[in-house]
C-alpha cells in the first residue's frame, strides 16, 4: 500500500527565501510527525499533529519555522526567511494510534533533503 | 526522557549474528524499548519494540534484561542490505524520544 510521501524530495533555497515542504500521511492515520535530521545525526522532533490539531510544537527552532495541517491529512511545514543551519532533512512521520505514546510504530517518509546557500 | 547510549559503530560478516547492546540507564517505568534502522536517503524504519524480557519478530530479537538499563538488538545471519544506521529509543511518548546518532553497522562480504 502507499506509504508516507514528502515532496519535493530536495530543495535548494537561497539564503533569505522562503519554502514549504509537504507530507502527505498515510490515509486515516490520526497523528502526523515532523522531524529535523542533520547530517550525521538522529532525527529532532519538530512538532506534532492529532488530525488538525497541533498539539506539540516545543521542538520548532525558532519562529521562521511554522507547520499546519488544516484538514487533518496532509501537512506543510514552511520555512520563512531561510539561514545555512537551516540545512538538512526534513522527515514526516504518521501513525493511527492518536495518544502519543511510544507502543504503535511511526511510519516515515523518505524526507525532503533541504540545502541553503 | 530517558536517553540511550549505543557504540558509534560496528563491523560484521555476511552469514553472522550482529548484536548491538544499547544502556537506557534513567528509564523511567512507563518507557518502552524501540529499535529503527535507517538507510541512506531513507526515512527510518520500524524494527521492534518491547518492554521486558525478549520479544522475536521476522527480522530481529530484543533482549531487556529485568532491570532494564539496557537492551540488545539481535541481527540474525546478516547480509550486505543489512549494513545501515540503527537508532534503540526509550520513552513512552513519541515525540519525546531521543534519538542519538544510532550506531552505524557495516556488513562486509
Known amino acids: 500500500g502507499a506509504g508516507v510521501s514528502q515532496s519535493p524530495r530536495y530543495k535548494v533555497a537561497k539564503r533569505g527565501q522562503d519554502v514549504a515542504l509537504r507530507c502527505d500521511p498515510i490515509?486515516?492515520?490520526?497523528?502526523l510527525f515532523w522531524y529535523q535530521q542533520a547530517l550525521g545525526q538522529g532525527p529532532e522532533f519538530l512538532t506534532y499533529?492529532?488530525?488538525?490539531?497541533?498539539?506539540?510544537k516545543s521542538g520548532l527552532p525558532s519562529d521562521r519555522f511554522f507547520a499546519e495541517r488544516p484538514e487533518g491529512s496532509v501537512s506543510t511545514l514552511k520555512i520563512q526567511r531561510t539561514q545555512q543551519e537551516d540545512s538538512a532533512v526534513y522527515l514526516c512521520?504518521?501513525?493511527?494510534?492518536?495518544?502519543?505514546?511510544?507502543?504503535?510504530?511511526?511510519?516515515f517518509g523518505p524526507g525532503t533533503r533541504l540545502l541553503v546557500l | 526522557l530517558a536517553k540511550t547510549t549505543q557504540p558509534i559503530s560496528m563491523d560484521s560478516y555476511e552469514g553472522q549474528e550482529v548484536n548491538i547492546t544499547c544502556s537506557h540507564n534513567n528509564i523511567a517505568t512507563n518507557d518502552y524499548i524501540t529499535w529503527y534502522q535507517q538507510f541512506p536517503s531513507q526515512g527510518p524504519r520500524f524494527i521492534i519494540q518491547g518492554y521486558k524480557t525478549k520479544v522475536t519478530n521476522e527480522v530481529a530479537s530484543l533482549f531487556i534484561p529485568a532491570d532494564r538499563k539496557s537492551s540488545t538488538l539481535s541481527l540474525p545471519r546478516v547480509s550486505l542490505s543489512d549494513t545501515a544506521v540503527y537508532y534503540c529509543?526509550?520513552?513512552?511518548?513519541?515525540?519525546?524520544?531521543?534519538w542519538g546518532a544510532g550506531t552505524k553497522l557495516i556488513i562486509k562480504p
Open positions: 499533529f492529532q488530525n488538525e490539531a497541533q498539539l506539540d
Open positions: 512521520a504518521s501513525r493511527t494510534e492518536a495518544s502519543g505514546a511510544s507502543q504503535e510504530t511511526q511510519y
Open positions: 490515509s486515516g492515520h490520526v497523528s
Open positions: 529509543l526509550a520513552g513512552y511518548r513519541v515525540y519525546q524520544l531521543i
